[in-house]
């Protein structure tokens, strides 16, 4: 049984057939040879607006098919796995969310309109050469004129800022500056005058070579009032607003990067004889694939739980997201480079192995960790937030704990509908809340309570009691970062020493850690069937709280070596049934698939 919210990628996957095979569309082949020549994948681009891909960027009250931020990131990973270049250049596309967020409503019937009828694709013009990340240090100016504004300046790297035909463009409108002197625009390149802007020539890049990656210069370019999103001054806030969307959204391109790279990686370890054996028998290769799939598994319950929690809980925002695109893509960065060593040489080559594709993700996938705000921005926003979310974990009020459960429990429960998405009600900062972190003692209580249920076949009464044992430590690890950060001195703007940044990654190993409890406690029984009993048995579980905790406790018991082998056989099982290396293991496209079905389009294909 697939979840409802996962038809969707395994429709696309079967469209888009076994990227294994050299005559499918965006083969490991193919997509190496547009990367080695430098193209743009103009047809592949084409073919995901034939197929209709992009109504499900645009909400459904705006005319599209957009339902949940789960069933984004599960498609997102189904292109992600065959190329990330694709992926990512189709994925701009996300940036609509500006106009869905803030946009008014000619704004958004004419970007919907765009989107569906003309295939027009966007791109985002915020940084520039001389000042990156500070967006308030922003020298390109927005000068207001008789029904419109003047631009003047140059963005730069912009990824498709010459294949596009939107940009949104944050400019600075007030001469003096500041977090309200900024403001953003959604600029139709078609309707400018062609003398009064021009493009950058393409980078040359270590990653997604084929990449549009250039940039957007404008000299006293005329844009009507109607392009501006929001009031004058808001565009800093929408910038960030928009960031929280997107940084989530990120991660999906690292989940598919890294199943790829694990995949590849078998596909070399099962066959590969050395001295007798093959290399998957082989303890060292065998334990260091169970610790990256372990991984793995961490980073789905920390992307799927955020990817719901945006439509539950959309004003923790700021701190869920920063916690996501922080952790997921550094995590399987790291992944990607301990599988290498089991793929060994083969790694660093460039058509030798599945045409080298083991090679190429590795490249692309570095650039990941810095779209929209770099590891060390995301740990900065977490840093800022992090006394008053200590200081509300200890002001906690009883009376509200039942509606974090039900939060916790809407998040986390995949087969639990989500509310609609309310970008409204997004938040610069989460006012000291995070369901996760302030859930734990309510969550762990929970767990307490399934000790006196002996007589459910399901639950295996060591696993659980493992998980409580780990809970309690990472409760311990919570309290004591709460002490020390209300006790220690406040560090004001971009002054934070290193110690506040180790400990801003210390909260999103303890934020993953709950995240991957609350995945098991609310799945375990409801969703035994799409899961599978891997899932539900929780050995996997036990082995992720170990790995995030030994981090903090060197010295943590190691669990039962069976949990390993059952975790690696899992694995195995997954890559030979061509399925997702994720806690939702889906159906992906066989190398035996006979049936052509790759010019069907997405309202064609029916949900099995």
């Known amino acids: 049984m697939t979840l409802t919210q996962y038809q969707l990628a395994e429709q696309l996957e079967q469209a888009l057939g076994n990227p294994n095979q050299p005559d499918s569309l965006m083969s490991f082949q193919h ?28 909400p459904t009250e705006c005319g599209g098919k957009f339902t949940s931020f789960e069933e984004f990131v599960a498609f997102v990973r189904v292109l992600a796995r065959r190329d990330l270049n694709i992926s990512i250049a189709f994925t701009t596309l996300f940036w609509s969310f500006l106009t869905w967020m803030a946009g008014n409503e000619a704004q958004k019937e004419k970007l919907s309109r765009l989107m569906r009828e003309d295939q027009v694709a966007m791109c985002l013009s915020y940084s520039e050469r001389g000042h990156g990340s500070d967006l308030v240090g922003g020298s390109v100016i927005a000068t207001k004129t008789e029904g419109g504004y003047v631009l003047n300046g140059e963005k730069w790297p912009i990824n498709r800022a010459t294949i596009s035909g939107i940009t949104f463009v944050l400019a600075r409108t007030a001469v003096e500056g500041g977090n309200r002197g900024l403001s953003l625009f959604m600029v139709d390149k078609s309707e400018l005058n062609p003398s009064q802007y021009y493009n950058l020539p393409k980078i040359k890049t270590h990653g997604i070579r084929a990449a549009d990656m250039s940039g957007i210069g404008f000299s006293d370019c005329f844009i009507p009032t109607s392009t501006l999103i929001g009031r004058e001054g808001e565009g800093l806030e929408l910038a960030l607003k928009g960031f929280q969307i997107t940084r989530a959204l990120c991660a999906a391109f690292s989940q598919g990067a890294a199943d790829t790279s694990m995949r590849t990686t078998l596909n070399f370890a099962v066959n590969r004889r050395l001295y007798n054996k093959t290399v998957i ?166 767990l307490e309570a399934l000790k006196v249920n002996t007589s459910d076949p399901t639950l295996d009464q060591a696993v659980l009691s493992q998980v409580l044992e780990f809970g309690q430590v990472i409760l311990e690890e919570l ?130």
């Open 31 to 58: 997509t190496a040879e547009l990367d080695e020549a430098e193209q743009f994948p103009h047809d592949e681009i084409a073919w995901l607006y034939q197929w209709g891909l992009q109504n499900y960027y645009i």
């Open 479 to 608: 309290n004591a970062q709460d002490e020390l950060i209300t006790q220690s001195a406040f560090e004001h703007g971009h002054e934070q020493s290193f110690e506040s940044f180790d400990l801003a990654k210390q909260y999103c190993r303890l934020h993953a850690a709950i995240a991957c409890i609350l995945m098991w406690m609310h799945n375990r029984q409801r969703n035994r069937e799409a899961l599978g009993d891997f899932f539900s048995r929780g050995e996997w579980l036990v082995l992720s709280l170990h790995r995030l905790l030994s981090h903090f406790r060197m010295a943590l018991e190691r669990p039962p070596e069976a949990y390993y082998e059952n975790v690696a056989q899992e694995l195995l099982r997954l890559h030979q049934e061509d399925k997702m290396f994720s806690i939702v293991p889906f159906q992906l496209a066989k190398s035996s698939t006979k049936e052509d079905i790759s010019h069907a389009t997405a309202p064609e294909l029916q949900l099995h």
């Open 281 to 446: 028998d082989m303890p060292h290769a065998r334990r260091t694939l169970t610790h990256a799939f372990t991984d793995m598994l961490i980073c789905d319950c920390v992307n799927i739980g955020a990817a719901r929690g945006f439509h539950v809980a959309p004003g923790q925002f700021s701190v869920w997201s920063a916690v996501d695109k922080y952790f997921v893509p550094v995590t399987l960065e790291q992944v990607m480079k301990d599988t290498s060593v089991v793929l060994g040489s083969r790694f660093y080559m460039r058509d030798e192995h599945d045409a080298g594709v083991f090679q190429k993700m590795l490249r692309d996938s570095a650039i990941i960790s810095m779209f929209d705000g770099s590891s060390v921005v995301n740990l900065h926003a977490l840093i800022l937030q992090r006394r008053q979310l200590a200081k509300a974990r200890v002001r906690r009020k009883p009376e509200k704990l039942e509606a974090l459960k039900a939060r916790l429990a809407q998040s986390f429960s995949l087969d639990q509908p989500v509310p609609t998405f309310d970008a409204t009600k997004l938040e610069l900062i989460s006012r000291g809340a995070d369901d996760v972190m302030q859930g734990l003692e309510n969550t762990l209580a929970q």
